[in-house]
Structure formats: structure tokens, C-alpha cells
């Protein structure tokens, strides 16, 4: 696995993946270097909402996002909020992951959001997952994870509850029948 890349790949956690930041996850994976990985979980959706966030931050929504789900990207700076959205337009702090796809963290992109001119497509998520070098690609050859190329039906479309079992199924693999638990021969 070495020289491996994994941005603008999903990771699909496997069932044995027991940690709760973690458990039945799917991961965005923004960026990965020799200096280690920052990925976004998509599948855990919080109690907040765009709406609470905007009005918690002084901003006022013009436009119908109240019930915009957040989600929990992850355990590291979980009081940081990341956007994932469709690329085109960039913000003040917007890091463009592929051509599909960017991720921007400024206030700038939320205020327009709250107006309606914000991207055609996003997913807000509070946190990240981070992984030090070569920790990701240790749990990747561990079997911790699948990986697949990422699918921006799967990250703006698809309900949350589907998502882990959407990307898998982009490899042909049906989590329901893997074990969560690991064997010794």
C-alpha cells in the first residue's frame, strides 16, 4: 500500500470496526499525504440543524435551511465546522478536494447558505477524523476499512442510513452478510 492515495475516496468501515466515532461510518477522505489523512464522516447526522447553527453564529437564514441536517465528521475539533459541497464557487478558506468536489470551513460560505446563494450541493459535519502518517493505511491493510472511489450521488443524495450499505454496494460487497466478529483458524 505504499504510495497509496486515498482522497476523493469513501471509507467503509467494516463491521468489526468497533469504535463509536466509527462504528458502521462512512468517511470522505478530503486529503492524504505522507503526513497522514483528514477525512469527514457522512453517514452520522447530529440534533442540530443548519438553522440552530446559523442563528447560534448571529446569521440570518433567508433561505429554507432550518431543518439542514449537521453531522458528526468526526471526533478531532468537533466544535469546527466543515462544509463539503460541489465545486464551483470558493470562499474566503475552501480547499477544492477534486473536480466534483471541495470543502470549506469559513463563515463566509454559511452566510451565503443563509441567503440562498450558497452551493447547489452540500453536507455540513462538525469535527473530522484524522489519522497520523501511515496510521490510515495500517487500519486499511488491518481490514478496518473498504475503500472505493468517492460518489457524489452517495454524499449529496442518499439518506444518511443508507450511505454505509450504498458504498459498499459500489464494490459489491453486502455489509448484512459480513460478520462483525473476527475468526482465528
Excluded: K
Excluded at 21 to 50: K, Q, R, W
Excluded at 84 to 110: C, F, K, N, P, Y
Amino acid at each position: 500500500m505504499e504510495n497509496a492515495n486515498f482522497t476523493d475516496q469513501f471509507l467503509i468501515a467494516m463491521p468489526s470496526l468497533e469504535d463509536p466515532n466509527f462504528f458502521h461510518s462512512v468517511a470522505y477522505v478530503c486529503e492524504h499525504s505522507d503526513e497522514g489523512a483528514m477525512g469527514i464522516v457522512i453517514n452520522h447526522p447530529t440534533e442540530l440543524t443548519l438553522g440552530s447553527v446559523l442563528e447560534h453564529m448571529g446569521i440570518t437564514a433567508q433561505a429554507p435551511v432550518e431543518q439542514v441536517p449537521v453531522y458528526n465528521g468526526g471526533p478531532v475539533q468537533s466544535d469546527r465546522g466543515f462544509i463539503l459541497h460541489s465545486s464551483g464557487q470558493r470562499w474566503t478558506s475552501t480547499m477544492q478536494v477534486s473536480e466534483a468536489i471541495a470543502v470549506t470551513t469559513s463563515r463566509d460560505i454559511l452566510e451565503a447558505m443563509a441567503t440562498g446563494e450558497g452551493p447547489e450541493r452540500y453536507l455540513i459535519a462538525l469535527g473530522y477524523a484524522g489519522w497520523g502518517p501511515g496510521q490510515l493505511e495500517q487500519e486499511i491493510g488491518d481490514n478496518a476499512w473498504l475503500t472505493c472511489d468517492a460518489d457524489t450521488d452517495i454524499l449529496f443524495h442518499q439518506p444518511a442510513e443508507r450511505r454505509w450499505q450504498a458504498a459498499a454496494g459500489r464494490l459489491g460487497v453486502d455489509l448484512s452478510l459480513l460478520s462483525g466478529q473476527s475468526g482465528h483458524a
